[in-house]
C-alpha cells in the first residue's frame, strides 16, 4: 500500500481515538488497530518495535488508572478512599488521595485506552512503510517536516536494535542483570538511536530525498494552509453555528 495512504490510516485512528470518548468505539478501534498489526508481512525487528510501543502504551493505561486513583475523582458511585494530606484551597483544588469513584476511573481507563490505540497505530507505520518511502512521498513544501517525522520514526526501531545488542553483549561479559543495571541498557541505547537516526536523515538529505524545494509560492501556501486547518478546527469545535465557514 501507498506510503501516504498508511499515513492517512495512522492519522484517522488518532484522530478517531482522541475525539471519542464512548469506551465501545475505543474497543473497536483498537481490536481493528491489534488486526491489521496482525496481518501486516513484518520482520523480527519490526515485530519489536511493535511489542515495544504495544508495552509502553500498556504502562500509560496503568499509568492513567493510578493517576486517578492518587489524585481522587469525583462521580456518585465511591469505590474507596485513598488517605491523604488536605490540600489548601488557594492551589486551584488540587487533591491529594480522597475518594475514588467509579466515573473517574472509568475516565481514566478510556484516556488511557486511546493513548494505547495511538501508539499501536503508529506502531504499525512504523512497520509497515520505512522512512525512506514517507520522505520520498512528502511534497517538496513539506520536506524539512517530514524530515522531522523520518528521523523520529527512525528512533523506535534504531533504539530497540541497539538494546538488544548491548544486552547481549553485557551477558557475554557477564555483567548482572535486573532493574539496578536498567540505565546501563537505556542510555547507550538511546544514544545510539539517536545517533543511527541522524545519519540516516543526513544520508537521505544528501542521496537527494524530496531534495526539491518548490517554488517560494508553494511555500506561503503551506504555511496558510495550515494555520487554516487549526483556526479552522477551532472554529468547528467552539463554534457550532460556524462550521460552515469552518469548513
Known sequence: MHAMAWAAWAGMVMTLALTSTNPLYLGLIFLCVVLVATLIPRDERQANGIRALALFGGFMLLISLGIAVVNGSYGEHILFNVPGPAIPAWLGGLRLGGPVAAEGLAAAGVRGLAIL????????????????????????????????????????????????????????RGAPGGWRELPALVVPAILGGLERSMRLAEAMEARGFAATAGHPRQRWYSAAGAAALVAGAGVWYYYPAARALAL
Not at 126 to 150: C, E, I, Y
Not at 152 to 170: H, K, N, T, W
Request: proline share 5%; aromatic share 6%.
Open 117 to 172: 490505540c495511538v501508539f499501536l497505530a503508529f506502531a504499525v507505520l512504523n512497520a509497515a512503510v520505512t522512512p525512506q518511502r514517507l520522505l520520498r512521498s512528502a511534497p517538496a513544501a513539506l520536506f524539512h517536516a517530514g524530515l522531522v517525522v523520518t528521523i523520529g520514526l527512525a528512533l523506535l526501531p534504531a533504539s530497540i536494535e541497539d538494546l538488544r545488542r548491548v544486552r547481549e553483549m553485557r551477558a557475554l
